[in-house]
């Protein structure tokens, strides 16, 4: 039986290839994001494989419209890829209480929330697999104007090794792939100018055979992809 994947922030970057990648495999995928229109064009090639939702996952109203579809159609994930992320580039001093809530809400909020709120639609021996930051990963290199980012993506990572023991009665695997530079709108606006040594093309097939294989050998890991610095 094929397996169903949801992603989101499959709008564009590294979500928008795993997706292609993942229905290229035979995978049935839902993508989510607020970019409408992108997720329509990305599901329109591949139409009884990938289903688009439109939504912002910090908005715990819209978490219901995926528990409404997946109740509707009977159908149980294998996989959430915890993709979505926000980057606010700004020195420490200049970031105000939205910032630090906006960053907090993306990625570590929303991923928490949605993964609850999804549990009942989680076959047994599923992975949720959240897509984190070398930033985020204890002892690595930090930089400045990633302060609010890093620290976010290092709550992400303490929240995969909390759901690896707190979901393991539940046979739910949970892992954090701690991501290097990789070529999108995101690493633009961290690193202007910076040239990544991976495409997203590449990183969206390592992310998407991870999320179908990796939980068969790790649990509440997290994991450092990355070949440089800034990393
Ligand atoms: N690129 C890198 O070098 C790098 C390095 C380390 C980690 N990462 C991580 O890898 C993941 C993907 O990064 P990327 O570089 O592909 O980023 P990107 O090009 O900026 O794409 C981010 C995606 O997240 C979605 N998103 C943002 N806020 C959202 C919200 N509130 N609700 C729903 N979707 C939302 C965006 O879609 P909409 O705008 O359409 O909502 C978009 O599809 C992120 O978690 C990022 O932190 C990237």
Redesign the pocket.
């Known amino acids: 039986m094929s397996k169903q994947i949801l992603i ?9 290839e795993t997706a292609k990648y993942l229905a290229e495999q035979g995978c049935k995928v839902i993508i ?4 409408e229109e ?2 329509k064009e990305l599901a329109d090639q591949y139409p009884n494989l990938i289903t688009a939702i ?6 715990e109203e819209n978490h219901q419209e995926l528990v409404d579809y997946l109740h509707q159609t009977e159908r149980k994930l294998d996989g959430i890829i ?6 606010i580039n700004k020195p420490f001093k200049e970031l105000t209480k939205n910032d630090w809530q906006q960053q907090l ?3 570590v909020t ?1 991923p928490s929330l949605l993964t609850k709120n999804l549990l009942p639609y989680l076959n047994n021996k599923s992975h949720v697999l959240n ?5 985020g990963f204890q002892g690595s290199a930090k930089f400045p104007g990633l302060t609010g ?1 890093s620290v976010a ?1 290092g709550g992400l990572s303490i929240l995969t090794e909390c759901l690896g023991t707190e979901l393991a009665d539940e046979q739910i695997s949970c892992n954090c792939l ?10 633009e ?2 690193f202007p100018g910076m040239e ?1 040594p ?1 495409d ?1 093309e590449s ?1 969206g097939k390592y992310v998407g055979d991870f999320v179908l294989t990796g939980h068969q050998f790790y649990n509440g890991k997290v994991l450092p992809v990355s070949l440089m610095d800034p990393s």
């Open positions: 989101t922030g499959a709008s564009r970057g590294i979500g928008y989510a994001a607020r970019s992108k997720l439109s939504m912002d996952i910090t908005d915890h993709n979505a992320g926000l980057l809400d993306v990625n929303a897509i984190g930051s070398m930033g980012y993506k701690c991501l290097g530079a990789v070529q999108t709108e995101m690493l606006n961290a990544a991976v997203p990183m």
